[in-house]
């Protein structure tokens, strides 16, 4: 029963799938905001996520990081997200 459990934790484990939206901006039309540089730490951020075991990154950078764009981004991802994934 054990070894049975055992195997059906590792299976649940093995199927949940990681799911990340990194959105970096460091340029704003706002001329008001100050400069973060949130743009140039998306390439550690996927490093991270990657080395963590996410597979499924969406990143959006700058000009791509629009209202819209972000607001479907979340939209596609909760789509593919199933009960369990991290």
């Not at 704003?28 to 996410?54: E, H, M, P, R, T």
Request: charge should be positive; aromatic fraction near 6%; glycine fraction near 6%.
């Amino acid at each position: 029963i054990l070894w049975l459990l055992l195997l059906l934790l590792y299976n649940t484990a093995a199927a949940q799938t990681r799911h990340a939206l990194v959105i970096g901006i460091g340029t704003y039309q706002d001329k008001n905001w100050g400069n973060i540089n949130g743009d140039a730490d998306v390439k550690l951020v996927d490093a991270v996520l990657a080395s963590a075991g996410y597979k499924d990154v969406t990143t959006l950078v700058n000009r791509q990081a629009t209202k819209r764009a972000i607001v479907n981004a979340f939209r596609r991802l909760e789509k593919k997200c199933h009960e369990g994934d991290v």
